[in-house]
T-cell receptor, first 114, second 115 residues
Framework: SQQGEEDPQALSIQEGENATMNCSYKTSINNLQWYRQNSGRGLVHLILIRSNEREKHSGRLRVTLDTSKKSSSLLITASRAADTASYFCATDALAGGSARQLTFGSGTQLTVLP | NAGVMQNPRHLVRRRGQEARLRCSPMKGHSHVYWYRQLPEEGLKFMVYLQKENIIDESGMPKERFSAEFPKEGPSILRIQQVVRGDSAAYFC?????????????FGDGTRLSIL
């Protein structure tokens, strides 16, 4: 089963509104990362939050991490049409003493309407 | 711009043929990862390599699939005797140094279609 699961699967909002996406995971992690993917393109790294951090900001992005609930959220403020993309969380899990692979969720498809 | 380069972008093969996907990591990166993505799904880890070494191939099918990252040249993901179920987008990523707490930088993928 998926380590990271995003919620909702799809989200449609108006330009200027905020978008919130959630991610839940199952095992202990070293860090959690959020990526964005435009249609037909590779993933672009957005933000990395370590297991000992609770909140992180980058421009219009705000990520929270609650390790007790094994969940994270990505907030995009003042959304723009150009934010339309799929957003994935990925966990960098501790495996055999070292983190070696990312496990991705199935993503949230965000559509920002102009 | 020395990002992660993958080629070809699109590859069409008939059942039973071989597919070779290439990935040149970002300059200075010695860690390469291959992922597979089916439509409407997230990426699934396949293999993690460093120069001349396979570090973790736990996500790689046991048969027909192989990967290498030679001392010189790009990393290669090779699929022998392709079947329809191999149709997917294959993404390569690279990172600098140890993977823990390092973001991975992705190429734009190779879309493999099996006729």
């Amino acid at each position: 089963s998926q380590q990271g699961e995003e919620d909702p699967q799809a989200l449609s909002i108006q330009e200027g509104e905020n978008a919130t996406m959630n991610c839940s995971y199952k095992t202990s992690i070293n860090n959690l990362q959020w990526y964005r993917q435009n249609s037909g393109r590779g993933l672009v790294h957005l933000i990395l939050i370590r297991s000992n951090e609770r909140e992180k900001h980058s421009g219009r992005l705000r990520v929270t991490l609650d390790t007790s609930k094994k969940s994270s959220s990505l907030l995009i403020t003042a959304s723009r049409a150009a934010d339309t993309a799929s957003y994935f969380c990925a966990t960098d899990a501790l495996a055999g003493g070292s983190a070696r692979q990312l496990t991705f969720g199935s993503g949230t498809q965000l559509t920002v309407l102009p | 711009n020395a990002g992660v380069m993958q080629n070809p972008r699109h590859l069409v093969r008939r059942r039973g043929q071989e597919a070779r996907l290439r990935c040149s990591p970002m300059k200075g990166h010695s860690h390469v990862y291959w992922y597979r993505q089916l439509p409407e799904e997230g990426l699934k880890f396949m293999v993690y390599l460093q120069k001349e070494n396979i570090i973790d191939e736990s996500g790689m099918p046991k048969e027909r699939f192989s990967a290498e990252f030679p001392k010189e040249g790009p990393s290669i993901l090779r699929i022998q005797q392709v079947v329809r179920g191999d149709s997917a987008a294959y993404f390569c990523a690279s990172s600098f140094g140890q993977p823990a707490n390092q973001p991975q930088h992705f190429g734009d993928g190779t879309r493999l279609s099996i006729l």
